[in-house]
């Protein structure tokens, strides 16, 4: 029941450009892809921009965010000048095939889409709606729930560029995918992206996303993923965060299993003002598997919101959520997992874990595991834990000579472990365990992992993207 | 002298444990502390350690002549003070090996040297590793997760010959022990005895000082300390019991 007036600056200004932009929104729609766009624009015009007085916003504030002022845009950038330098990610002998994104729009050197032997599609979203509307058609918000809030309706409204990755039947794609998202203007900026990954029956796809700002300005990122993994598919998913303080990320990911899929996801939260992540998993089959993890480190005032609402519809599934996080000054974070098992859904192993240390009496974190359990044989259980550094742990370690700070770093490192170990591919792993201790000891500046090589902020700074690399 | 505790007095949320310690040590020499439960003995070995629960109230420690309970715990094991914990903790996703580096390399920093070098610092593990017969590889196990209890003291031990201290308090390191286990933490305590570090002991029976051999016991009791005597003061209370000192009172 909605009581309070849901009318902000940024909501009108969305609604009136649906209107102003419509020859734009629509350019590359083919009439049923813009007839789901006007229907979900009708949802947002019911449902506004999500408040607190939902559930699942309980605990996350935007009014501010909402009052701001942003830019929008709804056509690509002319032409991004000289952009074939320093585009490349510094993350030693990790081998991903990049895709990048500046400012919501796909970045290429070359042709907007591309097209393997094997018959993998990889490129921009704006591009496969006009060259593969049969594919976007079949699954274009057919995952993302326009109901579920405002930030999902508007942008399936109103997203025009994002990735579109398309994994035939039976391909192993041994190289990870790299999906970089760079926010750089220098103005405020509202982006909405959309992203859309298919990955066929049998076949394999690693996806390392990484959301990084660069300048300072302030900004709004809505992005919806839905993600199909057909039968017997595999997906590994692990999404970066590293974003400025003035940065507010609307993340919402929509997995849609088939029988016998598996997907493991991993978000890696080391940055950024407020960071709102919902993963929202459907398992349609029997034998599916679901993986869910995620570390979160905030100090200072960010805030950081992580919803996993796992629905297990058929028997045999497997989900499993583990979410730690690490909250210093005045941060804030909020855990809502949410299990469904529906009737039919006999043999359901489900678990739901999260676990916080405060490193201050002002650090908060709210958490709220959930089960909803309707079949009567399962296995489930579900718990959260909000602690301090263990003081024994820290005795037992400064009685060998090590000091109170590093002891601390230790002990710190050790709790974040647990999720880094959880991922498989290598390189990145190392590169994120380095991370960790750096941000752990207050070093990692958002500048750190952005993948432009600029350690000046204060210089002219031109967009010299070596297209080599992407 | 190297430790001299005078009139130590301590308490946990307002409760006095120790009620007037006194206490000294030679360098070379090795004390025995024994004492029914709940008498004060891990409370003296927390408090020399620095362990932050307890107030000391009264009294005083001085350590090669400077004054111990100014010291912040990490830089009491830098000068050389090594608690064996009674119940060593488990300190899950900290490997034994960055543990112990980092504990070398602190101490060493302490003392204005450079970082140990990769090399001498995994040699130097292998050697203390066989001193205490540890056979298993530390290099990614967690700091004593999933050890057995005699795992958990050896490594006790096995820090204790990593970090060369010089005067160690081994705080019932006997307990839990099977006879097996027990001879080989007791042989490593020998082996690392030298006329410039002590041992204080601390135990509930006289069964491990079969084993490590104390130039002094002291019996303590209610927070005080006693009775002192040599080596056959253990023997005397083994066969006479706890009772025969609260008699004697």
């Given at each position: 029941?909605?009581?309070?007036?849901?009318?902000?600056?940024?909501?009108?200004?969305?609604?009136?450009?649906?209107?102003?932009?419509?020859?734009?929104?629509?350019?590359?729609?083919?009439?049923?892809?813009?007839?789901?766009?006007?229907?979900?624009?009708?949802?947002?015009?019911?449902?506004?921009?999500?408040?607190?007085?939902?559930?699942?916003?309980?605990?996350?504030?935007?009014?501010?965010?909402?009052?701001?002022?942003?830019?929008?845009?709804?056509?690509?950038?002319?032409?991004?000048?000289?952009?074939?330098?320093?585009?490349?990610?510094?993350?030693?002998?990790?081998?991903?095939?990049?895709?990048?994104?500046?400012?919501?729009?796909?970045?290429?050197?070359?042709?907007?889409?591309?097209?393997?032997?094997?018959?993998?599609?990889?490129?921009?979203?704006?591009?496969?709606?006009?060259?593969?509307?049969?594919?976007?058609?079949?699954?274009?918000?057919?995952?993302?729930?326009?109901?579920?809030?405002?930030?999902?309706?508007?942008?399936?409204?109103?997203?025009?560029?994002?990735?579109?990755?398309?994994?035939?039947?039976?391909?192993?794609?041994?190289?990870?995918?790299?999906?970089?998202?760079?926010?750089?203007?220098?103005?405020?900026?509202?982006?909405?992206?959309?992203?859309?990954?298919?990955?066929?029956?049998?076949?394999?796809?690693?996806?390392?996303?990484?959301?990084?700002?660069?300048?300072?300005?302030?900004?709004?990122?809505?992005?919806?993923?839905?993600?199909?993994?057909?039968?017997?598919?595999?997906?590994?998913?692990?999404?970066?965060?590293?974003?400025?303080?003035?940065?507010?990320?609307?993340?919402?990911?929509?997995?849609?299993?088939?029988?016998?899929?598996?997907?493991?996801?991993?978000?890696?939260?080391?940055?950024?003002?407020?960071?709102?992540?919902?993963?929202?998993?459907?398992?349609?089959?029997?034998?599916?598997?679901?993986?869910?993890?995620?570390?979160?480190?905030?100090?200072?005032?960010?805030?950081?919101?992580?919803?996993?609402?796992?629905?297990?519809?058929?028997?045999?599934?497997?989900?499993?959520?583990?979410?730690?996080?690490?909250?210093?000054?005045?941060?804030?974070?909020?855990?809502?997992?949410?299990?469904?098992?529906?009737?039919?859904?006999?043999?359901?192993?489900?678990?739901?874990?999260?676990?916080?240390?405060?490193?201050?009496?002002?650090?908060?974190?709210?958490?709220?595991?959930?089960?909803?359990?309707?079949?009567?044989?399962?296995?489930?259980?579900?718990?959260?834990?909000?602690?301090?550094?263990?003081?024994?742990?820290?005795?037992?370690?400064?009685?060998r000579g090590i000091?109170?700070?590093n002891?601390?770093?230790l002990?710190?490192?050790?709790?974040?472990?647990?999720?880094?170990?959880?991922?498989?591919?290598?390189?990145?792993?190392?590169?994120?365990?380095?991370?960790?201790?750096?941000?752990?000891?207050?070093?990692?500046?958002?500048?750190?992992?952005?993948?432009?090589?600029?350690?000046?902020?204060?210089?002219?700074?031109?967009?010299?993207?070596?297209?080599?690399?992407? | 002298?190297?430790?001299?505790?005078?009139?130590?007095?301590?308490?946990?949320?307002?409760?006095?444990?120790?009620?007037?310690?006194?206490?000294?040590?030679?360098?070379?020499?090795?004390?025995?502390?024994?004492?029914?439960?709940?008498?004060?003995?891990?409370?003296?070995?927390?408090?020399?350690?620095?362990?932050?629960?307890?107030?000391?109230?009264?009294?005083?420690?001085?350590?090669?002549?400077?004054?111990?309970?100014?010291?912040?715990?990490?830089?009491?094991?830098?000068?050389?003070?090594?608690?064996?914990?009674?119940?060593?903790?488990?300190?899950?996703?900290v490997s034994m090996t960055n543990f112990m580096r980092t504990a070398v390399n602190e101490q060493r920093k302490y003392h204005?040297l450079d970082p140990i070098p990769s090399g001498e610092f995994l040699r130097m593990m292998e050697e203390k590793k066989k001193m205490?017969?540890i056979?298993?590889k530390l290099t990614n196990r967690?700091v004593?997760?999933?050890?057995?209890?005699?795992?958990?003291?050896?490594?006790?031990?096995f820090q204790m010959a990593m970090l060369n201290?010089?005067?160690?308090?081994?705080?019932?390191?006997?307990?839990?022990?099977?006879?097996?286990?027990?001879?080989?933490?007791?042989?490593?305590?020998?082996?690392?005895?030298?006329?410039?570090?002590?041992?204080?002991?601390?135990?509930?029976?006289?069964?491990?000082?079969?084993?490590?051999?104390?130039?002094?016991?002291?019996?303590?009791?209610?927070?005080?300390?006693?009775?002192?005597?040599?080596?056959?003061?253990?023997?005397?209370?083994?066969?006479?019991?706890?009772?025969?000192?609260?008699?004697?009172?």
């Amino acid at each position: 029941m909605r009581t309070e007036n849901t009318s902000f600056p940024l909501s009108d200004k969305l609604i009136n450009d649906f209107e102003v932009y419509q020859s734009d929104i629509k350019q590359n729609d083919t009439e049923k892809i813009y007839n789901i766009r006007k229907l979900a624009f009708a949802d947002f015009l019911k449902q506004g921009l999500p408040t607190q007085t939902l559930e699942n916003w309980r605990n996350t504030n935007l009014t501010d965010v909402y009052n701001e002022t942003y830019n929008h845009y709804y056509q690509s950038p002319e032409k991004i000048e000289d952009i074939d330098k320093i585009f490349q990610c510094n993350v030693p002998h990790l081998n991903t095939l990049m895709l990048a994104s500046l400012n919501g729009w796909y970045v290429s050197k070359d042709e907007a889409l591309t097209k393997l032997a094997n018959g993998v599609i990889y490129g921009s979203f704006a591009a496969a709606l006009l060259e593969y509307p049969e594919i976007i058609e079949k699954h274009f918000a057919k995952y993302a729930d326009n109901a579920k809030n405002g930030f999902t309706a508007i942008n399936t409204a109103m997203a025009l560029d994002g990735f579109f990755i398309y994994i035939p039947d039976n391909v192993e794609v041994k190289q990870p995918i790299q999906i970089v998202n760079i926010i750089h203007h220098d103005k405020n900026i509202c982006l909405q992206s959309r992203n859309l990954i298919i990955v066929g029956k049998n076949s394999k796809l690693t996806l390392i996303h990484c959301d990084d700002s660069y300048n300072h300005q302030k900004s709004l990122s809505n992005t919806v993923s839905e993600i199909f993994i057909d039968e017997n598919a595999s997906f590994d998913h692990y999404k970066m965060q590293n974003v400025n303080n003035a940065s507010t990320l609307i993340n919402s990911s929509f997995f849609h299993l088939e029988r016998n899929a598996r997907i493991c996801s991993n978000g890696l939260s080391l940055n950024g003002g407020i960071l709102k992540n919902d993963n929202y998993v459907m398992m349609d089959g029997e034998g599916c598997e679901t993986n869910i993890y995620g570390l979160y480190l905030m100090d200072r005032k960010q805030h950081i919101d992580n919803l996993v609402h796992v629905e297990h519809l058929h028997p045999n599934c497997y989900s499993n959520e583990l979410y730690k996080g690490i909250l210093d000054d005045t941060a804030s974070g909020v855990f809502n997992g949410h299990v469904i098992v529906h009737k039919d859904a006999q043999k359901t192993n489900a678990f739901q874990k999260n676990k916080n240390i405060l490193l201050t009496d002002k650090a908060k974190v709210n958490s709220k595991p959930f089960l909803e359990i309707y079949a009567d044989d399962v296995k489930c259980s579900h718990g959260a834990t909000v602690g301090q550094l263990d003081t024994e742990a820290m005795f037992y370690i400064r009685s060998r000579g090590i000091g109170e700070h590093n002891a601390k770093m230790l002990l710190m490192y050790a709790f974040a472990d647990e999720i880094i170990q959880k991922i498989s591919v290598e390189a990145l792993r190392y590169r994120v365990e380095d991370m960790v201790k750096k941000r752990l000891r207050g070093e990692l500046s958002v500048c750190d992992q952005c993948v432009l090589h600029c350690s000046h902020p204060e210089k002219e700074f031109n967009f010299e993207i070596d297209m080599t690399k992407v | 002298m190297l430790l001299n505790i005078k009139n130590l007095h301590a308490s946990i949320n307002g409760k006095e444990i120790l009620k007037g310690v006194n206490l000294e040590v030679n360098k070379g020499e090795v004390h025995a502390i024994m004492g029914p439960n709940g008498t004060g003995k891990s409370t003296l070995a927390s408090v020399i350690a620095g362990r932050e629960v307890f107030d000391v109230t009264k009294g005083e420690i001085l350590y090669n002549g400077k004054n111990l309970l100014e010291m912040p715990i990490e830089a009491r094991a830098s000068e050389g003070i090594f608690l064996g914990f009674q119940y060593p903790v488990e300190i899950p996703g900290v490997s034994m090996t960055n543990f112990m580096r980092t504990a070398v390399n602190e101490q060493r920093k302490y003392h204005g040297l450079d970082p140990i070098p990769s090399g001498e610092f995994l040699r130097m593990m292998e050697e203390k590793k066989k001193m205490v017969e540890i056979t298993a590889k530390l290099t990614n196990r967690s700091v004593n997760e999933g050890f057995s209890g005699g795992e958990k003291k050896k490594n006790e031990i096995f820090q204790m010959a990593m970090l060369n201290p010089t005067l160690s308090v081994l705080d019932e390191t006997d307990s839990g022990l099977d006879i097996d286990a027990l001879r080989i933490v007791a042989n490593g305590v020998n082996k690392l005895r030298s006329p410039e570090n002590s041992t204080i002991v601390i135990t509930h029976y006289q069964r491990l000082l079969d084993y490590i051999v104390p130039d002094f016991v002291h019996v303590l009791f209610e927070g005080r300390i006693v009775k002192s005597g040599g080596k056959e003061l253990a023997l005397e209370l083994e066969s006479k019991g706890y009772e025969w000192i609260k008699e004697s009172l």
